[in-house]
T-cell receptor, first 115, second 112 residues
Framework: NAGVTQTPKFQVLKTGQSMTLQCAQDMNHEYMSWYRQDPGMGLRLIHYSVGAGITDQGEVPNGYNVSRSTTEDFPLRLLSAAPSQTSVYFC??????????????FGPGTRLTVL | DAKTTQPNSMESNEEEPVHLPCNHSTISGTDYIHWYRQLPSQGPEYVIHGLTSNVNNRMASLAIAEDRKSSTLILHRATLRDAAVYYCILRAGNSGTYKYIFGTGTRLKVLA
C-alpha cells in the first residue's frame, strides 16, 4: 500500500491564482480530511469527509473547496490564493466503520507559498 | 467541540520516563482520547488512543483519569528520537462527526 499520497510536494503561487492540491489513499478509508499548519503552530482542520459525496467544514474552511467523488480521492481547491494561505497542507485518512476508531494516516504534506 | 489543554513544552533526560499531561474537562461520554506526535518536518503519526481504560502499546501507555477529564501519555524510556510535538485530541465517536481537532500540543525536548 502507498498509504496517503499528496501532490505536489512544493508549490509557489501568485496572489489570485487558483490550484488544486491532490490527495489519494489506497486503504479504502471512509474518512479523509485536510489540515493546514502554519509555522510554529498546530494543525487546523479545513474540510473533512466521512464518505464519497459527503463533505463538511472544519475550523478554517474559507477560501477552500473540496469534493469527494470517490473513496480514494479528496482534492482541495484554492479558489483565489492569498498570502495568508501560505502554509503546509496535510491530508489524512482513517477507517470509521466496523468499529475502527484508531489510527489516522497522514500524507507527507504540500508546502505552499503564495506571493 | 470539546477542547484539550496541554503544556507548551516539556523536557526529559534520555532513558527516563516522560509523563505528558492533557486536560479535557468538557469531554463527552462518546469522545475517544487520541495522541499523535509530529517529528520535525513530518506529518503527524498516531501514538495511542483510548476511551475509558488505560491502554498500552509498543510506543507508549495512556492513563485515563476515572472521571475522564484528564489523561497522561507515558513514554517509558525517552530516546532522542522521541523529541517531537505531542498532540492530545478528542475524537467524537458518534456517527457522522468523526472530525479531529488538534490543539497546539506539547513540544518534548529530550536531553542526552
Amino acid at each position: 500500500n502507498a498509504g496517503v499520497t499528496q501532490t505536489p510536494k512544493f508549490q509557489v503561487l501568485k496572489t489570485g491564482q487558483s490550484m488544486t492540491l491532490q490527495c489519494a489513499q489506497d486503504m479504502n478509508h471512509e474518512y479523509m480530511s485536510w489540515y493546514r499548519q502554519d509555522p510554529g503552530m498546530g494543525l487546523r482542520l479545513i474540510h473533512y469527509s466521512v464518505g464519497a459525496g459527503i463533505t463538511d467544514q472544519g475550523e478554517v474552511p474559507n477560501g477552500y473547496n473540496v469534493s469527494r467523488s470517490t473513496t480514494e480521492d479528496f482534492p482541495l481547491r484554492l479558489l483565489s490564493a492569498a498570502p495568508s494561505q501560505t502554509s503546509v497542507y496535510f491530508c489524512a485518512s482513517n477507517g470509521i466503520s466496523g468499529g475502527k476508531n484508531n489510527e489516522q494516516f497522514f500524507g507527507p504534506g504540500t508546502r505552499l507559498t503564495v506571493l | 467541540d470539546a477542547k484539550t489543554t496541554q503544556p507548551n513544552s516539556m523536557e526529559s533526560n534520555e532513558e527516563e520516563p516522560v509523563h505528558l499531561p492533557c486536560n479535557h474537562s468538557t469531554i463527552s461520554g462518546t469522545d475517544y482520547i487520541h495522541w499523535y506526535r509530529q517529528l520535525p518536518s513530518q506529518g503527524p503519526e498516531y501514538v495511542i488512543h483510548g476511551l475509558t481504560s488505560n491502554v498500552n502499546n509498543r510506543m507508549a501507555s495512556l492513563a485515563i483519569a476515572e472521571d475522564r477529564k484528564s489523561s497522561t501519555l507515558i513514554l517509558h524510556r525517552a530516546t532522542l528520537r522521541d523529541a517531537a510535538v505531542y498532540y492530545c485530541i478528542l475524537r467524537a465517536g458518534n456517527s457522522g462527526t468523526y472530525k479531529y481537532i488538534f490543539g497546539t500540543g506539547t513540544r518534548l525536548k529530550v536531553l542526552a
